[in-house]
């Protein structure tokens, strides 16, 4: 399967002088496109304990100049990789625009206030199933699932839902960011932006 990438082209004469700029110039126009379903998708990929890789798609709920924070279980497979190793990768693969964004950097949990001003924002069912769900435990049955979620709701019936003591953001800060852009023939355009000592450098890869 080929196709020919022919939207656009990524120059230095283009570029945002920082990568904070540029990230938000491609995401709010990936967000704007129609065409992307979702744009503050990425995928996250950690290392285990034992040093196998570890890949998941999860969503981008803060992007800023301090960087791009998710939310989770702070008891789930991936806390657990990142309290062992606290360094990721994320893409942003926008693909119906041609481009993916490539971001790596340490890891360090926001503040509690974060997570509580974030967590009031979310619908009440997203709620109650962050108190239910074991993030990344076996569970025996679908029905054990919804078994907990009514247990959680009668829990909460009279009441608004706090955030889960076990539930938090992490936000990575990047070191490095990389932008691309389909072009034809495989010659794509890859710029990016690497924190040095005493800032940042742009660099065009070889794609």
């Known amino acids: 399967m080929r196709r020919s990438y022919l939207l656009g082209q990524l120059c230095e004469d283009k570029l945002a002088p920082d990568w904070y700029a540029q990230l938000r110039s491609w995401f709010d126009e990936a967000a704007a496109s129609g065409l992307v379903g979702e744009a503050n ?4 990929a950690t290392v285990t304990p034992d040093g196998h890789p570890a890949v998941r798609t999860v969503l981008v709920k803060g992007l800023d100049e301090r960087g791009i924070v998710f939310y989770t279980n702070q008891e789930s497979a991936k806390a657990r990789d ?13 693909l119906p625009l041609e481009r993916q964004v490539r971001l790596a950097g340490p890891v360090a ?4 206030a974060e997570t509580e001003a974030y967590f009031a924002g979310r619908p009440r069912g997203s709620q109650i199933g962050a108190w239910a769900s074991p993030q990344s435990e076996v569970v025996a049955s679908r029905a054990e699932l919804d078994e907990k979620v009514r247990e ?5 019936a009279d009441a608004g839902v706090p955030a889960p003591p ?9 070191d490095m960011v990389e932008f ?10 890859r710029l990016r932006y690497r924190r040095v000592e005493n800032g940042w450098t742009i660099e065009r890869l070889a794609p």
Do not use: C, K
């Open 82 to 94: 990142l309290a062992n190793q606290p360094y990721a990768a994320a893409v942003f693969a926008w």
């Open 166 to 174: 076990f539930w938090g953001g992490y936000r990575i800060s990047p």
């Open 41 to 44: 998708a990425v995928q996250l």
């Open 109 to 112: 949990i926001v503040t509690r």
């Open 180 to 189: 691309w852009q389909g072009r034809t023939d495989r010659m794509h355009d």
């Open 152 to 156: 959680v709701e009668e829990r909460f």
